[in-house]
């Protein structure tokens, strides 16, 4: 059941207005937050113009080898927040947002709304949008008690290949390493996720076949054999995501050979050339 935001009236699921002030069931960003998100961006440029102008007057700004220290973060920031609030003021609220929304002011309200909303954000939002509604869906899941499907949503959103990628910004721009701290972060989901009860299959160079994986992430019967294609999975799913990989190694395999071909023959074409060359 819908529960309307203004009038609290309880709609039927398929409603699209209240029925009883008309309001629609399914609002976009309301015109208090876009002002609020706007004012806030436009305060974050001018900051940003006023350490620009007091790195002009004092001339020689020392340079810390950091990014708040280079004039050039400080631009940028001053012209593009003014544009990231224009966009928000006025940008219509995409429809899985929508869905999202509704879905969380339901948490309390009705929980099975709420599944059923965040099921249609999730079949209406493009790719990088779905570990937000995953990892949301994952939590109601739990605490609707099915752990299983709660469990395959949090590994899907750990899997999600920019699981970190926010992350990873910040800890580059900081002067880390992006690919270090992601990695990092993964292992600690997986070891995370494995204690929630998953199991990590990967394929087994020794056994050259997918296997499921012990605690150190090694194939049980070679333990020092390489392992590629670690891959998370709910223990009902083991014999899908074993054929998947499978499926992909075949796919990769294709593809290799299609590129070895493309050298040889690129490799003979030059030789007959240049034995055509020095004969002329
Ligand atoms: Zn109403
Ligand atoms: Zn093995």
Same mark, same amino acid.
């Given at each position: 059941?819908?529960?309307?935001?203004?009038?609290?009236?309880?709609?039927?699921?398929?409603?699209?207005?209240?029925?009883?002030?008309?309001?629609?069931?399914?609002?976009?960003?309301?015109?208090?937050?876009?002002?609020?998100? /706007?004012?806030?961006?436009?305060?974050?440029?001018? /900051?940003?113009?006023?350490?620009?102008?007091?790195?002009?007057?004092?001339?020689?700004?020392?340079?810390?080898?950091?990014?708040?220290?280079?004039?050039?973060?400080?631009?940028?920031?001053?012209?593009?927040?003014?544009?990231?609030?224009?966009?928000?003021?006025?940008?219509?609220?995409?429809?899985?947002?929508?869905?999202?929304?509704?879905?969380?002011?339901?948490?309390?309200?009705?929980?099975?709304?709420?599944?059923?909303?965040?099921?249609?954000?999730?079949?209406?939002?493009?790719?990088?949008?779905?570990?937000?509604?995953?990892? +949301?869906?994952?939590?109601?899941?739990?605490?609707?008690?099915?752990?299983?499907?709660?469990?395959?949503?949090?590994?899907?959103?750990?899997?999600?290949?920019?699981?970190?990628?926010?992350?990873?910004?910040?800890?580059?721009?900081?002067?880390?390493?992006?690919?270090?701290?992601?990695?990092?972060? =993964? +292992?600690?989901?997986?070891?995370?996720?494995?204690?929630?009860?998953?199991?990590?299959?990967?394929?087994?160079?020794?056994?050259?076949?997918?296997? +499921?994986?012990?605690? #150190?992430?090694?194939?049980?019967?070679?333990?020092?054999?390489?392992?590629?294609?670690?891959?998370?999975?709910?223990?009902?799913?083991?014999?899908?995501?074993?054929? +998947?990989?499978?499926?992909?190694?075949?796919?990769?395999?294709? #593809? =290799?050979?299609?590129?070895?071909?493309?050298?040889?023959?690129?490799?003979?074409?030059?030789? /007959?050339? /240049?034995?055509?060359?020095?004969?002329?």
């Amino acid at each position: 059941m819908i529960h309307c935001d203004k009038c609290k009236t309880v709609n039927p699921p398929e409603q699209r207005y209240c029925l009883t002030c008309h309001r629609d069931l399914l609002p976009g960003t309301s015109f208090f937050v876009r002002v609020l998100g /706007f004012i806030i961006m436009l305060g974050i440029a001018a /900051f940003a113009a006023w350490v620009l102008w007091k790195m002009y007057q004092a001339e020689d700004v020392p340079d810390l080898g950091c990014f708040v220290s280079s004039p050039i973060w400080w631009g940028l920031l001053a012209v593009i927040m003014p544009i990231a609030g224009l966009v928000f003021l006025f940008k219509r609220t995409p429809i899985h947002e929508r869905y999202l929304d509704r879905a969380k002011r339901h948490l309390t309200l009705d929980q099975q709304q709420a599944l059923a909303d965040l099921n249609e954000a999730l079949r209406l939002a493009p790719e990088k949008a779905r570990a937000a509604i995953l990892k +949301e869906r994952g939590k109601l899941l739990d605490a609707l008690g099915q752990t299983q499907q709660a469990l395959r949503d949090r590994i899907a959103v750990a899997e999600d290949a920019s699981a970190h990628d926010a992350g990873g910004d910040v800890v580059s721009l900081l002067g880390a390493d992006k690919d270090t701290f992601v990695n990092k972060m =993964r +292992e600690q989901d997986r070891s995370l996720l494995r204690s929630a009860g998953a199991v990590a299959i990967g394929y087994c160079r020794g056994c050259r076949m997918p296997v +499921e994986l012990n605690e #150190k992430s090694r194939c049980p019967r070679h333990p020092h054999r390489k392992v590629s294609d670690i891959r998370l999975a709910v223990p009902e799913d083991t014999k899908t995501i074993k054929a +998947e990989i499978i499926e992909n190694r075949k796919r990769e395999d294709r #593809k =290799r050979l299609i590129s070895w071909i493309i050298v040889i023959l690129a490799i003979l074409l030059l030789y /007959f050339t /240049f034995k055509y060359i020095i004969m002329a």
